[in-house]
């Protein structure tokens, strides 16, 4: 141990390679409900030679490496098990170039997503992508799950933004994945990396794609009587060959959660809300979004309202972003599910899912990107309480069954981390996962990255049995 | 715990991986418009043909359930119907070939880029085994991203058998322009998302489509700018694919005929690209891919995507 950490050390420095308690203990989380953690030294890296640097370290020293962004994922993926190396991308968090003539940025993988967009506004452009989180979680973050928002539904994931990557394997050596130009020569690597949960190795530069701000928006707020209503109106609008910027659904109770949070001005009265937004040029802005309020009608919408001002839009979309935060007025503790079902099933689901929480006797609430039919019920709970964990628990195996018996998916944007890796082999085959594990070895045949992530027990990569039985006595 | 809600029951899936079986060299034809693509073909391997049909069409969730060796051109038609279209283009193959090549349109910037199109892909695996990646739903993250690996794969790992693609609606209006007194970098600057910029080293074309009356106004923004008329599509495409960077792709030129793709990197030569640099960690984790997906090189030998 101490040779590790002073091998790490001279590779950084003393302050940069941290081995407190503090320190330890709160990288051994992420913003998922996982305990049982254990992180060995922290290394906080300033450039892609460091990364390499600690990467050969842990090699040598026989240990385990796993990246970390701002530790807002979900799905437990950022969590060290059996006390690897974790290393901490939140210094590398320089936005290199902005190359117009290529319409890509360049950056390192710890800037914060909202500070992209920030940065890249007055020159008329965005990223597109826009995690709720995005005040605080990283674009290596982003990378690494393949992140979605709100405005992901015209305009794709992450994966869709992301030309080309500079990566550290887990060998150390560094390649480039992907080019500025059409990837239609040589293995989409770049594909298959986005996405890997930090098994595959460490993203240290990223060029993603700049998306030019539409001179028009226009945003609607449609109030329902019943969150069938919404989920209909939603399938109905992508039936009807309109493809919004967003489309995101509100029940009553997040709904009611959010207006005593932010004030943004949602009807408290409405079984559910659609918030649509619709982007591009005036003239067909405006034709969609008369489309969307018609249809909206048609299913029953008991109001629908168009944001008047830049400040209503900014301040509805607020509410939207901050629903999670609002919680914590209700219960102490939520757990925010992630699956995606086939449109049309979203209002069955939906009932569903109202069932299941009633069973299980816990609040549910659900707050959603309707438009691509990604479900995000957020179970709430009061962790001091015994048995409420295991009770929520219990219930989203509910759930997750539920979006898989009608054609869905386990994850839509939170990734498996170790939440869902329990579930792949509802999903997939034995060959299924055989062939995944394949590709994870290509990058890393010797499961030095991230093991125990997203792969079920049984895939070599997946066993972390040796790496727990390393005694944390003799981490300190 | 049952089996996985993934699993296969098309019979024609199986019939097709026990035609591929689990030994011999082998390799699958779609409609062979690009049979020379990644080199050629070992003379030794047997050729088999794909499964072919529509499995499941569903409009109103944008997806396409397909068997690799339907053709582009039903496909199409079958879109075509319900006012959708998909990424893919139309040069006389198969559904499977076009994943397989992994070629977009040259209308990209509008449809899309194949890639980002492939929702789920089922293919037949060196062992002889059906092999799924991905899932049935627009939005996913469940696993290792095994379509993005296969499409543009040209075979070497697996043998497409069956597709879900995304599809989108079919624009409302749409006008190809071809301007002169015009760059390129103007053009594409002056609207807001052309479906295609094309530049000939005189000429540019613009591909508007979306609603009529934003064709209408991006058309007549142009007008302003250069000298534009209606034509009926692209200019002809030279043969020859090269991969460039947009800004190398703009800054394109040469003695013989040429179309570039504006903000994408595509140039069309009368003359094959030089190699391109390869990078060594790059190349180095592609030949253990299919090291460890072909170990034995029987999936289209001869081939190198
Ligand atoms: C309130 C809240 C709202 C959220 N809303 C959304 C949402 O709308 N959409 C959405 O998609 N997600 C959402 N998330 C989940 C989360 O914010 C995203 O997954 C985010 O992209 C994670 O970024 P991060 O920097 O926090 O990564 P971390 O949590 O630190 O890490 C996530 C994964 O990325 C890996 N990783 C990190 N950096 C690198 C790197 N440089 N190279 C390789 N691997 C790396 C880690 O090993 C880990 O597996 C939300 C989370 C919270 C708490």
Known sequence: MDALLADLRSALSDDRVRYDAAQRSLIAHDASVFDGGVSGPVCYPVDTSEVQAIMRIALTHGRAVVPRGAGTGLAGGAIPLGAPVVIAMTKMNAILDVD?????????????????????RPMGFHFAPDPSSQQVCTIGGNVANNSGGPHCLAYGVTDAHVVSLEIVLPSGEVGTLGTLGPDDHGLDLRGAFVGSE??????TKVAVRLTKNPPAVRTLLLSFASVRDA????????????????????????????????????????????????EGLEGGADIDAERISD????????????????????????????AFGAIAQIKPDYYLH?????????????ETIYDIAKRHDLIVMNVFHAGDGNLHPLLLFDARIEGELERVHAA??????????????????HGIGVEKQGYMEELFSADDLDHQNRLRKAFDPACRANPGKVLPMGHSCADIQALRAVPTGVWG | MGASVLAIDDPVLH???????????????????????????????????APTGIVSY??????????????????????????????????????????????????????????????????????????TGGGPVVKNVSGFNLPKLLTGSLGTLGLLAEIIIRTNPMPPASVWLRCEGLSPARARDAVLTPSAVLWDGGATWVHLEGHAVDVRAEQKQLMTLGSCQEVGGPPPIPAHRWTLSPAQAAAFSASEPFLASIGVGRVWASAPQPALPVDPVAELIGQRTKQLFDPASRLNPGRTP
């Open chain 1, 100 to 120: 117009l003539d290529n319409r890509v940025a360049w950056v390192e993988p710890g800037v914060i997503n909202l500070d992209l967009s920030r940065h890249l």
């Open chain 1, 198 to 203: 930090g098994t595959l190795g460490i993203a």
């Open chain 1, 231 to 278: 989920a209909n109106t939603v399938s109905d609008v992508i039936a009807n060959g309109i493809v919004p910027a967003a489309m995101e659904v509100m029940d009553q109770k997040i709904t009611i959660a959010v207006e005593n949070f932010v004030g943004a001005g949602y009807p408290l009265d409405a079984a559910a809300v659609l918030l649509a937004e619709v």
């Open chain 1, 295 to 322: 249809l909206g009608r048609a299913n029953g919408a008991t109001n629908v309202r168009q944001a008047e001002s830049d400040e209503e839009r900014a301040l509805l979309w607020k509410g939207r972003k901050t």
């Open chain 1, 338 to 350: 992630d699956t995606v079902v086939p449109r049309s099933a979203l209002a069955d689901v939906l």
């Open chain 1, 396 to 413: 989203g195996a509910d759930i997750l069954r539920a979006c898989l018996a009608v054609g869905g998916v386990l994850s839509g944007e």
């Open chain 2, 15 to 49: 019939e097709f991986a026990e035609l591929v079986g689990a030994e011999g060299a082998v390799s699958v034809a779609g409609g062979r418009t690009r049979w020379e693509a990644g080199g050629t073909l070992s003379p030794e391997a047997q050729v088999v043909e």
């Open chain 2, 58 to 131: 569903r409009p109103e969730e944008m997806t396409m359930q397909v068997r690799a060796g339907t053709t582009v051109a039903e496909l199409d038609a079958a879109l075509a119907e319900k006012g959708q279209r998909s990424a893919l283009a139309d040069r006389g193959g198969t559904v499977g070939g076009a994943v397989a090549v992994g070629e977009s349109s040259v209308d990209q910037l509008g449809r899309g880029a194949v890639r980002d199109s492939v929702l789920q892909v089922r293919y037949v695996s060196a062992e002889g085994k059906l092999v």
